[in-house]
């Protein structure tokens, strides 16, 4: 009997992704067997590694992993790069077969493969090495303690392989010039409308693509306005399904419904984003829209071609002519 294909995926059960753009919280970072955060005199009053280096500098720091389980657990350490992820932009971060080229390129721990007894943690030193030519700002990232079990998953013809990671947070910025930039892209309006006006709801749903241009971390806030005919405003609110942290060159795609969207109106919408406690940033961008009842449409433009093909067949007829007439003088 032949084996089934084994598929090994690295699932990274952290609070490293953080769902909806919610703000971390101050605890370390745990799956509830172990967990992962910066050395401290005491445990998780340092939950996050807040660092700043000079480029071409190093410093060294400690790690500590503690094993919750009843028996021992043996990890992979490594840094990682940090980055917003395509479903909703929050804080997720790069697996080890991936390419690392900030934070986690930098991270060098001392041991790259430790043994955990039950119930113990065990603390491992690291050297962050940032280059010369390291570009000023935030450069985040994780130090990550991959767990080195494979835990079977999945059922039919392909079975899967789980391995799960947790990783402490490094907030690193490089010094140097900061600079906060935010865009609005390509901005886009799916509408859902009744056929026959009143005959049903409409909405609409609002895709925009949300673009860090900078090198700093940001806190974006989002605001979504829809005017219509003569200026009326026809929506004005904030987003709330934005990330509360969008990393440096990052770019995530967003979408918002608008329940109660026109049924009948011409006009503009328009997103402005702002960066929360940044002075000068604020970028917009603006789609337009018509809204119509086609089928009402269709069926009026019908009847405007019924009527006047009537009418220009009645005015092909000579006055007084009864039909049938010139056939007749036609055929003696």
């Given at each position: 009997m032949r084996s089934k294909p084994y598929v090994l995926l690295l699932s990274l059960l952290s609070t490293l992704l953080v769902?909806?753009?919610?703000?971390?919280?101050?605890?370390?970072?745990?799956?509830?067997?172990?967990?992962?955060?910066?050395?401290?005199?005491k445990p998780g009053s340092r939950p996050y590694f807040y660092l700043s280096v000079d480029p071409g500098t190093s410093l060294?720091?400690?790690v500590t992993v503690t094993n919750k389980t009843a028996g021992p657990l043996t990890f992979r350490l490594y840094g990682a790069d940090a980055y917003?992820?395509?479903?909703?932009?929050?804080?997720?971060?790069?697996?080890?077969?991936?390419?690392?080229t900030g934070a986690g390129a930098w991270i060098t721990p001392e041991r790259t493969r430790i043994t955990v007894p039950a119930h113990s943690a065990v603390t491992v030193p690291y050297t962050l090495n940032v280059p010369?030519?390291?570009?000023?700002?935030?450069?985040?990232?994780?130090?990550?303690?991959?767990?080195?079990?494979?835990?079977?998953?999945?059922?039919?013809?392909?079975?899967?392989?789980?391995?799960?990671?947790?990783?402490?947070?490094?907030?690193?910025?490089?010094?140097?010039?900061?600079?906060?930039?935010?865009?609005?892209?390509?901005?886009?309006?799916?509408?859902?409308?009744?056929?026959?006006?009143?005959?049903?709801?409409?909405?609409?749903?609002?895709?925009?693509?949300?673009h860090n241009l900078g090198n700093?971390?940001?806190?974006?806030?989002?605001?979504?306005?829809?005017?219509?005919?003569?200026?009326?405003?026809?929506?004005?609110?904030?987003?709330?399904?934005?990330?509360?942290e969008l990393l440096p060159r990052q770019k995530?795609?967003?979408?918002?419904?608008?329940?109660?969207?026109?049924?009948?109106?011409?006009g503009d919408v328009t997103l402005t984003a702002t960066a929360k406690g940044v002075k000068g940033v604020e970028e917009s961008g603006t789609v337009s829209f018509l809204a119509v009842p086609w089928l009402a449409v269709a069926l009026l433009l019908l009847a405007l071609?019924?009527?006047?093909?009537?009418?220009?067949?009645?005015?092909?007829r000579a006055p007084g002519e009864a039909p049938g007439h010139r056939e007749a003088v036609l055929s003696t």
């Open positions: 769902l909806l753009g919610a703000a971390p919280q101050a605890s370390a970072a745990e799956n509830g067997e172990w967990a992962v955060y910066p050395a401290a005199a060294t720091d400690r917003n992820t395509d479903r909703d932009g929050g804080f997720a971060i790069r697996t080890q077969q991936e390419k690392q010369a030519d390291a570009d000023p700002g935030d450069h985040p990232g994780a130090l990550v303690a991959l767990d080195e079990r494979v835990s079977p998953s999945g059922n039919g013809s392909v079975a899967v392989g789980v391995q799960r990671a947790v990783g402490a947070r490094v907030y690193l910025r490089v010094n140097g010039p900061t600079v906060p930039a935010l865009a609005v892209e390509d901005v886009t309006l799916d509408q859902d409308r009744p056929l026959v006006p009143g005959l049903g709801d409409s909405s609409a749903v609002v895709s925009y693509t949300l700093v971390t940001l806190d974006p806030k989002v605001v979504l306005r829809a005017e219509g005919l003569f200026g009326r405003t026809l929506l004005d609110r904030d987003l709330v399904n934005v990330p509360s995530i795609r967003l979408t918002e419904r608008w329940t109660g969207s026109p049924q009948f109106d011409w071609l019924t009527g006047s093909f009537g009418l220009w067949t009645r005015r092909r």
